[in-house]
């Protein structure tokens, strides 16, 4: 799994390829390759390690043409190297496939494919599909039914892309699952296949999505869409509103610093046409939420992986407190193992930056086939859960390159609280007066992310003081404990620090036994309903030799005195305290991870969007 680039018209295919999986290498991976339709023969370029390492081979042996496929690999079957790069070809060397998923029951039909004669050159699962396809090629002479026959044999979740000399006027793919998404590009007497976006918005913003179970045949000139079993579908292009600079690093030097900086922007973005600062209104239209909906709701339920779990269990206090509206937050992975209990007046609602990770779209799936209502945030329009979802809210973050989410984070919990003022109205739980509060606070967040921002330098210098570190404990409370959890993922995730994020209060039962003057303690304690007892923390945490590094509140005169370094922050309705409360530890996390001369974008074993389980 990871990235597939592919292209048919009349540029160098091996150059748009190139240049797409470069547009997708904040999603990881290990290996690369192309495969080039050359002078009516398919022509493979592929080598382990980076992208770099495969425009080299292609430097030394140059391949061109019109039509071709790439791909970049995170190894599931087999080592990274270049006999397990893909792209994978078939004994006959008339088709060649990229492919993401894992084929569940590759064993039994690598060993059916060896028993009928074919020799297989890679350790990988993926090569059985290619072969799959040769055999039903042999026998209809025609790739679009060949692989249609072949996908019927395997199991799983896959994206598959394919390629034959025999017929070199289309690309072939398809899609059965989650594993990833498939987005092709319309262009003029051009067309693109990817499976994200980036890697193809330079040359166009008219894309097509594949649906679960759909085969799309690719020529230069047109976009046929059909469903496994044959069924000719309508397309619905979207046209896509990035533009190709929002996915360059400009005068940053990681994604991740640019991303973490775009957050004025993004949250400004979050709430435009979204938020009447004079009737005192929220308006989420693409929810499909009616106020007899809203009463008919007794519980959300929601599901996430990761950085969107953490901003989930923030929603959950946004949402009970403001719209006093029950709420459980699940790990999306975990979801569908416990048998929840659902129904018709359920909602689930998915976070998903991606909105194709695995685990929060079969976490979904499960929630359909129970009756609950399903609702997803997401980034990426058009991705699988927003087209799963009988509602959704996009972010509206634009393109996040960094593996390490950042204002994919922020953006959901504006949308969160966005989410709970429009319930509380829609529900009668609001009082009128409170409503014109809390989104008249709304109005104040761009400006105070501004500020955090402004305050890197701070950060920097403290950055310093942990860079040696290698165990740091994260504390918060209330609405500001999962801020603890983001934080130290953020640390642990860039920098390779162990990190650990705890509720304040459950210190004592474990985590004290940690702190010492090895162990930095970095605490949220801002002036919120919990400054009291984030002091007491404080304390405790200073009685054991700990190193207490505060966030604190603009004009704190107490914290100060305890603490060994302190973070300030500009005051923060408390509500929407952890929208500022997070800038400064992404902020932290970064530099550490930059001065230690890490790769802070593509961070080791990671990957932007976790396409199989």
Not at 186 to 198: K, L, R, T, V, Y
Request: with cysteine; net charge negative; aromatic share 6%.
């Amino acid at each position: 799994m990871c990235g597939i680039v592919g292209y048919i018209g009349d540029r160098d295919a091996t150059l748009v390829i190139l240049n797409g999986l470069k547009r997708l290498e904040y999603r990881g991976y290990d290996s690369a390759g192309l495969a080039i339709l050359e002078n009516s023969h398919i022509e493979i370029r592929r080598d382990a390690g980076k992208l770099s390492r495969l425009s080299l081979l292609v430097d030394e042996m140059p391949v061109h043409g019109k039509l071709g496929i790439g791909h970049t690999r995170w190894a599931t079957h087999g080592e990274p190297s270049a006999r397990n790069a893909h792209p994978h070809m078939g004994m006959t060397g008339d088709v060649v496939l990229v492919h993401n998923g894992i084929v569940e029951n590759f064993l039994e039909l690598k060993e059916e494919l060896t028993a009928e004669g074919v020799v297989f050159n890679s350790d990988t699962d993926s090569e059985v599909i290619v072969h799959l396809i040769e055999r039903h090629y042999s026998q209809e002479n025609n790739l679009v039914e060949a692989t249609r026959l072949a996908l019927s044999f395997i199991r799983g979740a896959h994206s598959v892309v394919v390629i034959s000399s025999r017929e070199p006027d289309k690309i072939v793919a398809a899609r059965i699952g989650n594993a990833g998404g498939v987005v092709i590009g319309a262009g003029q007497n051009e067309n693109f296949i990817a499976s994200d976006i980036p890697a193809i918005l330079e040359y166009t913003r008219k894309m097509v999505f594949l649906e679960s179970r759909q085969i799309a045949v690719v020529s230069s000139t047109d976009i046929k869409i059909l469903s496994l079993e044959g069924e000719v579908i309508q397309p619905h292009i979207h046209t896509i509103n990035w533009d190709a600079a929002s996915a360059e690093k400009g005068e940053y030097r990681h994604f991740m610093q640019k991303e973490i900086h775009e957050q004025v922007r993004s949250t400004t973005d979050t709430l435009a046409g979204r938020v009447d600062f004079k009737t005192g209104h929220i308006r989420l239209p693409e929810l499909n939420l009616t106020e007899e909906k809203a009463k008919n709701i007794q519980k959300i339920i929601i599901i996430a992986c990761g950085t969107a779990f953490h901003a989930g269990m923030v929603g959950k206090t946004l949402i009970e407190r403001i719209a006093r509206l029950p709420v459980e937050v699940d790990i999306a992975s975990e979801f569908r193992y416990r048998d929840p209990i659902l129904d018709e007046k359920t909602v689930v609602l998915a976070i998903s930056q991606s909105g194709e990770t695995a685990d929060t779209l079969a976490a979904m799936e499960e929630a359909r086939s129970k009756g609950a209502t399903l609702w997803s945030i997401v980034n990426v329009v058009g991705s699988q859960a927003m087209r799963l979802a009988n509602g959704y809210i996009a972010m509206q973050s634009g393109p996040e390159i960094g593996v390490a989410s950042t204002k994919a984070y922020t953006a959901p919990l504006i949308d969160l609280y966005m989410l709970a003022v429009l319930l509380g109205d829609l529900r009668g739980s609001l009082k009128p007066p409170d409503q014109r509060k809390l989104i008249g606070d709304l109005r104040l967040i761009p400006d105070l992310v501004g500020q955090c921002l402004e305050r890197e330098s701070q950060i920097e210098d403290i950055a310093g003081v942990l860079l040696n570190t290698s165990h740091c404990l994260y504390l918060g409370r209330g609405v500001n404990m999962p801020t603890a959890y983001e934080g130290a993922l953020k640390l642990k995730e860039i920098s390779y620090i162990h990190a650990e994020g705890y509720p304040a209060g459950e210190m004592k039962h474990g985590p004290i036994a940690l702190i010492d003057r090895f162990m930095p303690v970095i605490a949220i304690a801002l002036r919120d309903p919990w400054y009291e007892k984030m002091l007491s923390q404080v304390e405790q945490a200073k009685a054991r030799g700990g190193i207490v590094i505060a966030l604190a509140t603009d004009g704190d005169e107490r914290l100060p005195e305890i603490a060994d370094h302190v973070i300030w922050l500009p005051y923060t309705p408390w509500l929407l305290s952890p929208v500022t409360a997070v800038i400064p530890l992404q902020l932290l996390a970064y530099h550490i991870a930059a001065r230690r001369g890490l790769d802070v974008d593509q961070p080791r074993n990671l990957a932007k969007s976790v396409t199989v389980e």
